[in-house]
Structures are given as structure tokens and as C-alpha cells.
């Protein structure tokens, strides 16, 4: 199949499909004499893969592992995929964290604030983020 059909089968841009070549995360199976790109079932799933992977949150690196592992599942262990994944959950937790306290502070910010009419020189959402006082939680 030809990069138009891959990305009508797999849902991902042809312009998405080539960087992913482009970064060794997919590659055609073959190229024509006119040097189009001809792909396979196998690099369909392999589309997929990086796709459903990419919904995950995983980065283009930990993709690239785990499509080795993928690729070359009698060479390596099930403990590889989850010592990746537990590693995601972790950066996932945090980023969560961080955006829950992001959270907070707009609440507090938007909470405090009049939303008034008049001159914004006596905004508290502008002064807290001018002066970073205790509304935003600090320098």
C-alpha cells in the first residue's frame, strides 16, 4: 500500500507517517523504482502501534523501546514494557500534580478577583502576578 492508504487505514497524517520514518520509529517495507514509499500489513500494525502508543503519553523514545521489545519479543523480557510504563504512570502522577495545584491557584486567583468594570490598576490577578504575592503561592 502506498503512504495515502496507510494513512487512510491507520488514521495518522502523511506528513505524521513520514517524520516517524524519518526518526526510525517506522520505515516502508519497500520503495518502487519511482521511489514511493510501499508499506505492508506489518508496518500498518506497526502504525498502530506507535498511534495507540502516542495516546498513552509516551514519548518517541520510550515508543522506539518499546516497539524494540515489539519487534523482538523472544529477546526481551515483559518486565522492559512495564519498567517503561511504570515510569510513565510516575511522570503522569506528577504532571497531574502540577496541574492540580495550577488548578488551585487560578481558582484562588479568579476567586479573588472582582471582575469588574473598572481600571484593571487594582486587579488582584494582575498584581498577584505582577508582585507574586501570596495568592499565586510564591516565588
Keep these: 500500500m502506498k503512504i495515502g492508504d496507510l494513512e487512510k487505514l491507520s488514521g495518522i497524517s502523511a506528513h505524521t507517517l513520514r517524520y516517524y520514518e524519518k526518526e526510525g520509529l517506522l520505515k516502508p517495507s519497500k520503495r518502487g523504482e519511482n521511489n514511493y514509499r510501499h508499506y505492508s500489513q506489518d508496518d500498518l500494525i506497526t502504525a498502530k502501534f506507535i498511534k495507540r502508543s ?5 514519548s518517541l523514545s ?48 479568579e476567586r479573588y478577583c472582582c471582575g469588574g468594570e473598572e ?21
Design 119 to 139: 481600571s484593571a490598576e487594582f486587579c488582584t490577578i494582575i498584581d498577584a502576578l505582577e508582585n507574586g504575592n501570596d495568592i499565586t503561592g510564591g516565588e
Design 54 to 58: 502516542k495516546a498513552c503519553g509516551f
Design 62 to 109: 520510550e515508543t522506539s523501546s518499546l516497539l524494540a521489545i515489539k519487534n523482538d519479543k523472544s529477546h526481551h523480557v515483559c518486565a522492559e514494557a512495564k519498567q517503561i510504563t511504570g515510569v510513565k504512570v510516575k511522570e503522569i502522577e506528577e504532571q497531574i500534580q502540577r496541574l492540580k495545584q495550577m488548578q488551585a491557584t487560578l481558582i484562588q486567583l
